[in-house]
């Protein structure tokens, strides 16, 4: 079990490292404190201004994953999950198409996607969010199609709603 510890005033490291599947597979996700010190920075540049923006808490659906239990999620090998960098969220009553574009407008980021919302349905999908220096202020949607029979993900450039 990780010590309780809080990233920023409104975010604690129990919140980025939660997840149903390592308990289920008993995998240790513990980060260090190069990955810690990735989540500060996520905190302090990216979410804390969402939260004070939508004076509401910010729900963190996925934060750290160790390498372990990115494979066990079938991540990206170069997921900036696995470097403490990027977190997936939602604000609860709140459009994560308008919460993408508030960002595009206000902040810096790494790379911001707007996953898998559908049009007229503000509370689909979520919100990724990664933060690291320097940052491209890259923004992307990410979108489910079927090709060939089978599901896959296509992204496109910038966010489209």
Not at 83 to 96: L, M, S, T, Y
Not at 128 to 155: C, D, Q
């Amino acid at each position: 079990m990780l010590p309780a510890m809080k990233l920023s005033p409104h975010f604690h490291l129990s919140e980025f490292t939660a997840s149903q599947t390592a308990t289920r597979l008993m995998i240790d996700n513990r980060p260090g404190p190069v990955e810690i010190a990735a989540m500060k920075l996520l905190c302090e540049k990216v979410l804390e201004p969402v939260r004070a923006q939508y004076d509401r808490p910010v729900m963190i659906s996925s934060g750290y994953r160790s390498p372990r239990l990115n494979r066990a999620l079938m991540g990206s090998r170069s997921s900036q999950h696995i470097k403490g960098e990027a977190a997936d969220f939602e604000i609860p009553g709140a459009d994560n198409l308008e919460i993408c574009r508030w960002m595009e407008r206000r902040l810096n980021y790494d790379q911001l996607i707007l996953e898998f919302y559908r049009a007229g349905e503000p509370a689909s999908g979520w919100v990724h969010v990664s933060y690291r220096e320097p940052f491209r202020n890259m923004e992307l949607t990410a979108r489910r199609v079927i090709r060939n029979g089978r599901r896959k993900t296509e992204y496109l450039s910038g966010i489209v709603g």
